[in-house]
């Protein structure tokens, strides 16, 4: 079975890789980092990403851009907003996108 | 107003005994994943913790969450990347707005003492906020047989203060004492009730000891101690 691929993006280097390292710690999970938006894209158009977590830091102009572009480009992705900085939060968020995702 | 209720009873919260913190989340926390119990509206997390002597919660990250600590036994050695240091004692309550990022360490502050303390986290209204913590003493003779406010909105209210339309409440009250509670943010607000210790029944519902129940599309919410009782109220937006 193939990893289920998540993109992080955030602007705190140290809770990105908080992040990270969090969702590695599952087997079934591949998390990759991106801290600015056009490592972000970039991160987006190389690799097929099921789910984008959006950290903190990022700008509501940054946000909008962000959504539009990848809803434009891959409208199956699953985006959500991570809240805590890579908490106690964060396997249950992925968990709740991935039963969105076998919704749809 | 015809009222929607969640109860949570005290042993179906989630478990995890890591040896040195012994923790029961009434909503999916770490290693507990319930679908059905995520979240009561913009409150996220309820964690009634009990961390063992000299040990605690390492340096650690969040950004975006409003977390609130309220010591019920023991102190608390408080550190964070603002440079604060403190301890928090029963009485206290501790406010953290985590903002564009934060990092903090919650310990013991005793070698041969257990600490036990809830751990709640609420959505914030803004994101990327400004990190701030604050911390108070409060007056625990001012919950006796009444409903003490610990927690709002506004900075020039009593007790701390959070980004979020939210009032929490404390009432230690005697056996056969009733009380109401006015909810004061709206119709969108609701309620989470829970029991820090006793029994006491809540528009009806008889509650024991850690038990939680929610209440939304409600006005106000009558209390009735069938025992000494000490109750905690959280009132919360129900959308955000």
């Known amino acids: ?104 | 107003m015809m009222s929607n209720t969640i109860l949570h009873k005290a042993d179906a919260r989630g478990h995890a005994n890591h040896g040195w913190l012994n923790s029961y989340h009434t909503f999916s926390f770490g290693g507990f994943y319930n679908p059905q119990s995520m979240n009561f509206g913009a409150l996220r997390v309820l964690n009634d913790d009990t961390v063992s002597g000299g040990r605690g919660f390492g340096d650690h990250p969040h950004d975006n969450m409003e977390i609130i600590s309220i010591p019920l036994d023991g102190d608390l050695e408080h550190e964070d990347s603002m440079g604060n240091k403190a301890i928090i004692r029963k009485g206290d309550i501790q406010a953290m707005s985590a903002g564009t990022g934060i990092y903090h360490s919650e310990k013991n502050a005793h070698e041969n003492e257990l600490v036990k303390f809830l751990q709640i986290w609420i959505y914030p209204n803004q994101k990327n906020v400004q990190p701030r913590y604050d911390q108070i003493t409060l007056n625990l003779n001012d919950r006796h047989n009444r409903l003490q406010q610990i927690l709002s909105p506004n900075a020039d209210d009593e007790g701390v203060w959070i980004y979020q339309n939210a009032w929490f409440h404390i009432g230690k009250l005697d056996s056969g004492l009733s009380t109401t509670y006015n909810l004061k943010g709206g119709a969108n607000n609701g309620v989470y009730a829970f029991v820090l210790s006793g029994d006491v029944a809540v528009n009806g519902q008889q509650l024991n000891t850690r038990d939680g129940f929610g209440l939304w599309d409600v006005d106000q919410i009558e209390i009735t101690a069938n025992s000494e009782t000490e109750i905690l109220l959280m009132e919360v937006p129900m959308k955000f």
């Open chain 1, 1 to 104: 079975m193939e990893k289920v691929k998540i993109l992080a993006i955030g602007r705190h280097e140290q809770i990105l890789e908080t992040v990270i390292r969090l969702i590695n710690q599952n087997p079934d999970w591949e998390g990759i980092g991106a801290m600015t938006d056009k490592e972000a894209v970039q991160q987006f158009d190389h690799q097929l990403i099921d789910i984008i977590l959006l950290c903190g830091g990022i700008e509501p102009e940054s946000e909008l851009n962000l959504r539009a572009y990848f809803t434009a480009h891959r409208p199956q992705v699953t985006i959500v907003q991570h809240y805590g900085g890579g908490s106690g939060l964060l396997t249950a968020e992925i968990y709740e996108a991935l039963k969105e995702r076998a919704k749809s």
